[in-house]
């Protein structure tokens, strides 16, 4: 497929698709397509040969039907983690429903979906029970799409490892909710790699693959690696599950983007692992990558950054 617009290419696991699918193109032919309100978001994106921004808004139905438009296919990324229930509604529920209709309207069929494992309508969080029901508002007779769950992502730059692996450079204990929240760590590329065949494997359509990588951890598995490959592992302190609430909504009300919600508390209460119960990376030739393998590199660079911040405060305190 040479004509791809992706939307929230501008994000963690966007970039790495484009980075991805112009790689596979060699740099010459196709075009990639990816819209952004603001252009300070895509600036890393321009060096990229056969990728192309847009400054468009994707929830205007006008701009999303002008951006569909003679398409080949259409990569859907957007998806936010915290927010009220109206903004997982129009970001996970109304944008594919939307989509769906433009889709249908302008002929594109051939859609790729990002949702999330553990996507239930019956789920314990509003972001599950709105990744499933934007699931749903895709699944159109005319539409030729493949959904993939990825579980927790990570790769250089992600907000999940590198979080945990900055606030150990700065706290000296790790207080943790949910520290026995399961999770089955998925690298970035591995998912990039797992949508770029998904547009090229028309038996992936109407399937549904979980992303996940070769192992289970707990959160405070993870949690205590990220520290010890950046080399200043802190000590867990597992809260009871109230206190966990609690530092929820208290990091709920601080300003600026919270590092946890009360939803996020709830979407953990479900194992984030594979269900065995539908196709895999496997389905697509993908031998999934060991965290082991990507995080020591990954996040060594925090622990020297780290270790040169300490020198400086010596130096200037000295």
Known sequence: MSNILILGGSGFVGSVLCETLVRRSGGGGGRISVPSRRSARVKHLLTLPTVEVVQADVHDDAELARLVAGR????????????????????????????????????????????????DAHAPSIYLRSKAAGEVALQQPALAVTILRPSVIFGAGDSFLNLFARLQAVLPVMPL???????????????????????????????????????VYTLAELVRLAGRWSDHERPVLALPA??????????????????????????????????????????????STALEAIGPGMLAAIGEQARLNRWRAAVHGG
């Open 177 to 215: 909710a949910c520290a026995g929240a399961r999770f089955q760590p998925v690298w970035v590329d591995d998912v990039a790699e797992a949508i770029v065949r998904s547009l090229a494997d028309p038996a992936t359509v109407g399937k549904t693959l979980e992303c996940v990588g070769p192992r």
């Open 72 to 119: 080949d296919a259409i990569v859907n990324l957007v998806a936010i983690l915290h927010g009220s229930e109206a903004d997982f509604e129009r970001t996970h529920v109304a944008l594919p429903r939307r989509l769906a209709r433009v889709c249908l309207a302008a002929g594109v069929p051939r859609v790729v979906h990002v949702s999330a494992l553990a996507a």
């Open 242 to 287: 109230a206190l966990g609430r609690l530092q929820a909504r208290i990091m709920e009300w601080l300003p600026g983007e919270p590092l946890m919600s009360i939803d996020n508390v709830r979407s953990m209460q479900v194992a984030n692992v594979a269900s065995g119960q539908g196709p895999g990376l496997e389905q697509l030739g993908i031998e």
